[in-house]
């Protein structure tokens, strides 16, 4: 059985275990480095990037994450995880894990829509995808091999690589778990060619 993993240190964590969990995949919630060795993908969710970053230096997860990112395992971004998972930050020097090539711009969507929904055409998915922004990050530029799946407002608000998924938005606060799906979709693909 696939085992996926959702970084634990904050956020919307139990969220991620149950959409992992009803499309019938094992979730596991990682709270120690030494756990990424039980895990075929990994999850970073939504929360606060700040805080979610103190805490992965507090626990040493920042070079052992870069590690596992290189070594190919598929990680899936969402909200604060994308920012922490981008190659660049729009107005910062530096970046977090830094793995997945696209340019990320914080808190994006103004402050009178702290938080909405919206209706999101989603590339591969046949019907629309109610997206929950909460101060959300968008994706300001993708670099080559990365694919973007959906805009919102002329914004990226979802791209991926064959390894790399991030979005702006929080699938794991509806029911819908077909973003969760597609993620799953890029674990399986991963093991086949790991195992070939
Ligand atoms: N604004 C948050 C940040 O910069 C992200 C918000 C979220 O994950 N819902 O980290």
């Known amino acids: ?38 895990i075929d993908g990994l999850i970073i969710p939504g929360g606060e990037s700040t805080a979610i970053r103190k805490l992965m230096d507090r626990y040493g997860f920042i070079e052992p994450l870069k590690q596992v990112a290189e070594q190919g395992m598929p990680i899936f971004g969402t909200c604060a995880g994308l920012i922490l998972l981008a190659k660049k930050l729009e107005g910062y020097e530096t970046s977090h894990i830094g793995v997945f090539d696209v340019t990320v711009e914080r808190n994006s969507f103004g402050r009178q829509k702290d938080s909405f929904e919206a209706e999101l055409r989603i590339k591969g998915l046949a019907d629309p995808f109610v997206g929950v922004f909460i101060r959300a990050p968008h994706i300001v530029a993708v670099g080559e091999n990365v694919e973007v799946l959906a805009e919102h407002n002329g914004r990226i608000v979802a791209a991926k690589t064959a390894q790399f998924l991030g979005c702006s938005f929080h699938p794991e606060l ?3 778990s077909r973003m969760t799906e597609i993620f799953i979709g890029m674990v399986q693909n991963h093991l086949t060619k790991v195992q070939a």
């Open 174 to 176: 509806t029911a819908d």
């Open 1 to 38: 059985m696939i085992t996926i993993g959702v970084l634990g240190l904050q956020g919307a964590v139990p969220e991620h275990i149950q959409a992992l969990e009803a499309s019938g995949v094992q979730g596991i919630i990682v709270k120690r480095v030494e756990q990424l060795a039980e």
